[in-house]
């Protein structure tokens, strides 16, 4: 099974829509991550937490929020979809600051 | 401000050629971190290297060979007798130690490598 797990993987929403990624991982990592990947400008970081009570926003954090339920799940929602909300989105996970972070196999949504 | 320059966006190379992946970073700190990432067709961001700031010696794995020098802030990664399986997007990522915001990596823009049989 693999250690990071995004559901859904495919998503198709319409503008204004209410939607939200899950990201669950048995890694055991404290630090977990939201990335986004647009073509041509790599990933960038939407939010990161290091555990359940600490949330961070990243550089492009505006349209999104986030939930640590628990030390193996981090969700991000987009509150109201728009249309340059559609990308590759990814979740990782870390044990220490700098140590290597671990990718989910992405979530790849479309907002209509 | 980090950041992480893959100045080839595409290449394109015969199977069995050597290919060479350029990676230049910017840091103003000593103490960092550098990662490249693959990214085949399926999606996945597969982990392939992590090489500290401290630790200048060349690396190689198999059919992969990394070149990190900190005088020319570069690291390159370059793969010897490509496979049509090499096939991927890479990217080079950098992350900095920093005390309140933790391990955030700087992505470069990735370079597509083709390799054709």
């Known amino acids: 099974d693999a250690d990071v797990t995004q559901t859904p993987r495919n998503r198709i929403t319409k503008t204004g829509k209410r939607i939200m990624l899950e990201c669950s991982q048995t890694k055991g990592h404290d630090r977990m991550y939201w990335y986004r990947q647009d073509p041509g400008l790599g990933l960038r970081l939407i939010y990161y937490?290091?555990?359940?009570?600490?949330?961070n926003k990243g550089e492009i954090s505006d349209g999104y929020s986030v939930s640590r339920q628990a030390q193996a799940k981090f969700s991000l929602s987009l509150e109201s979809a728009i249309p340059n909300q559609t990308a590759l989105y990814f979740c990782a996970t870390s044990e220490h600051r700098l140590e290597t972070q671990y990718f989910g196999p992405g979530t790849r949504l479309l907002v209509l | 401000a980090q950041k992480v320059t893959q100045a080839q966006t595409e290449i394109s190379v015969v199977e069995k050629e050597d290919v060479t992946l350029d990676c230049v970073y910017e840091t103003r700190d000593t103490t960092y971190y550098l990662f490249w990432y693959k990214q085949p067709p399926s999606g996945e961001l597969v982990f392939l290297i992590r090489r500290n700031s401290f630790d200048e010696q060349n690396e190689i794995s198999g059919r992969y060979s990394w070149n990190f020098q900190k005088s020319t802030s570069s690291f390159n990664f370059t793969i010897t007798a490509s496979q049509v399986v090499d096939s991927a997007v890479y990217f080079c990522?950098?992350?900095?130690?920093?005390?309140?915001?933790?391990?955030?990596?700087?992505f470069g823009e990735g370079t597509q490598l083709t390799v054709n049989p």
């Open positions: 937490s290091f555990d359940v009570k600490d949330i």
């Open positions: 990522a950098l992350s900095e130690e920093e005390e309140t915001s933790g391990s955030r990596l700087t």
